[in-house]
Each structure stands twice: as C-alpha cells, then as structure tokens.
C-alpha cells in the first residue's frame, strides 16, 4: 500500500498529466520538447514536520517542484499558456480529491535558455506546496 505522500504525488501528476503538455515524473529534460510544452515532477522535499501528539500526527509541508518548459518561436505566450492552464488545474482541486488538506503552487521564476543549434527555451520551476498530516513518516 502506497503512502500517503506517494498517493499525494501520484494525484498531482495525474493532474498534471490531464494538461495539454506533456507530463513526465522524476525524468530527465529529454532532447526535444513537444510543441505543446513539458511539464516535470519533481517529488520535492518533505521538509521537517510538526507533530503533535494526542493523537500522533506528522503535519508536514511538502514542497513538490514543476519543471515547466517551453520551447519555440512564441515561447513567451506558449509559457503563459502552460503556466495559466496548471494553475487552473491546480485550484480547480486543492485537495486532490481529499488526499491532502491543501495544495499551494508558487509563482514562477522563468528563465530563457540558449539551445546550440535550436530554438532557445523558456522554463521555470514552480514550487507547489502539499499540506498533509499521517500518523507515520515512513508509512
């Protein structure tokens, strides 16, 4: 059985995944970026938790990171686009469906990114934090 922290991530990357771009977990940048965009997972840090203890409850705030690339002629409105349509996602359902009692994307930092031999890219990573609380860090 699953975490709760991996059934938390596992419902931000189907989300995710439901978006135009393409959505990758944990991958490497792959050599060509899809027209549409490409989105990252990144699992992020846990971070140290609050406990209380009647009952014994871990309060964390997970801090997942989205890599959000684009790539192209246009890229400035494509990463618009692709930054208004995850953040659509995101608040449509804060709680993923429960799993979590609030999901917190933060504002991007874009950068442009010269490719040799290509069109530049624009990316950023977007830091999204998952308040949760589980009786068990490891479990």
Same mark, same amino acid.
């Given at each position: 059985?699953?975490?709760?922290?991996?059934?938390?991530?596992?419902?931000?990357?189907?989300?995710? &995944? +439901?978006?135009?771009?393409?959505? $990758?977990?944990?991958?490497?940048?792959?050599?060509?970026?899809?027209?549409?965009?490409? =989105?990252? #997972?990144?699992?992020?840090?846990?971070?140290?938790?609050?406990? %209380? #203890?009647?009952?014994?409850?871990?309060?964390?705030?997970?801090?997942?990171?989205?890599?959000?690339?684009?790539?192209?002629?246009?890229?400035?409105?494509?990463?618009? %686009?692709?930054?208004? &349509?995850?953040?659509?996602?995101?608040? +449509?359902?804060?709680? =993923?469906?429960? #799993?979590?009692?609030?999901?917190?994307?933060?504002?991007?930092?874009?950068?442009? $990114?010269?490719?040799?031999?290509?069109?530049?890219?624009?990316?950023?990573?977007?830091?999204?934090? #998952?308040?949760?609380? %589980?009786?068990?860090? =490891?479990?």
């Amino acid at each position: 059985m699953p975490t709760p922290r991996e059934t938390i991530l596992t419902a931000l990357y189907a989300r995710l &995944s +439901a978006l135009p771009a393409t959505t $990758l977990r944990g991958e490497v940048l792959p050599e060509r970026i899809p027209s549409e965009g490409l =989105l990252i #997972l990144r699992d992020g840090e846990p971070g140290e938790p609050e406990v %209380t #203890l009647s009952p014994l409850a871990y309060h964390y705030q997970h801090r997942a990171e989205i890599e959000a690339v684009v790539q192209g002629a246009d890229r400035d409105a494509a990463f618009d %686009t692709l930054t208004v &349509s995850l953040g659509a996602a995101l608040v +449509a359902n804060r709680t =993923l469906g429960g #799993l979590c009692d609030w999901v917190e994307p933060e504002a991007p930092r874009p950068v442009d $990114l010269a490719v040799a031999g290509a069109a530049s890219l624009k990316a950023a990573v977007i830091p999204v934090v #998952l308040h949760f609380s %589980t009786a068990d860090p =490891l479990g």
